[in-house]
């Protein structure tokens, strides 16, 4: 495989979890993606109409600040991106990093944690955050204790 990173977005520990072992598992190196302002419990109660998770869903031009932009980007041709699925999509925070580097050339895989939805078509709803030449995978749900011979499959299946 390509050199491959594996970066995330995790609001409640669920997706570090996931990436880690993603990370373990295929050598690669990790980076965690955070907002310049963290989200708290009560952004994050997505009964509330009024929570900041539920308010960024209904606004898809919101765009969280990243805490830095620093991610070595450049050095990897697979980056894979994971984070939690809020409303059926990926949290605009994912926005936000994709459209804070150059993926141009670069292969993306996403994974995503998820309490009930799947990926859907959330390859699609990101594709404007990225340049034409960039190949954007929907991957798979990371849910539950996956093992590190399951992780190797699958990225293995992926045939970078």
Same mark, same amino acid.
């Not at 699925?85 to 944690?113: H, Q, R, V």
């Given at each position: 495989?390509?050199? *491959?990173?594996?970066? +995330?977005? $995790? *609001? ?12 373990? =598992?295929?050598? /690669? ?6 907002? /310049?302002?963290? +989200?708290?419990? *009560?952004?994050?109660?997505?009964? %509330?109409? &009024?929570? &900041? ?6 606004? $898809? #031009? $919101?765009?969280? *600040?990243? #805490?830095?932009?620093? =991610?070595?980007? @450049? #050095? +990897? ?10 409303? +059926?999509? =990926?949290?605009?925070?994912? %926005?936000?990093?994709? @459209? ?6 670069? !292969? ?5 944690? $998820? ?6 078509? !959330? ?10 030449? !960039?190949?954007?995978? %929907?991957?798979?749900?990371? %849910?539950? &204790?996956?093992?590190?011979? @399951?992780?190797?499959?699958?990225? @293995?299946?992926? #045939?970078?």
């Amino acid at each position: 495989m390509k050199k *491959a990173l594996v970066s +995330y977005f $995790s *609001a409640s520990g669920v997706t570090a979890k996931a990436a880690k072992s993603l990370a373990g =598992a295929i050598g /690669a190196d990790l980076y965690e993606i955070k907002p /310049a302002v963290p +989200y708290t419990r *009560a952004d994050l109660d997505w009964t %509330n109409k &009024r929570s &900041r998770s539920s308010v960024e869903m209904q606004d $898809s #031009a $919101s765009r969280p *600040a990243l #805490a830095d932009t620093d =991610a070595p980007i @450049e #050095a +990897y041709d697979v980056i894979f991106v994971g984070f939690p699925i809020w409303w +059926y999509i =990926a949290p605009t925070i994912i %926005n936000s990093f994709l @459209e804070s580097y150059d993926f141009s050339g670069k !292969t993306i895989i996403l994974f995503a944690t $998820s309490g009930g939805s799947g990926l859907g078509r !959330t390859a699609d709803s990101l594709r404007s955050s990225v340049a034409a030449d !960039t190949k954007i995978v %929907n991957g798979r749900l990371l %849910n539950g &204790r996956l093992s590190e011979s @399951e992780l190797k499959s699958w990225v @293995e299946g992926l #045939a970078l």
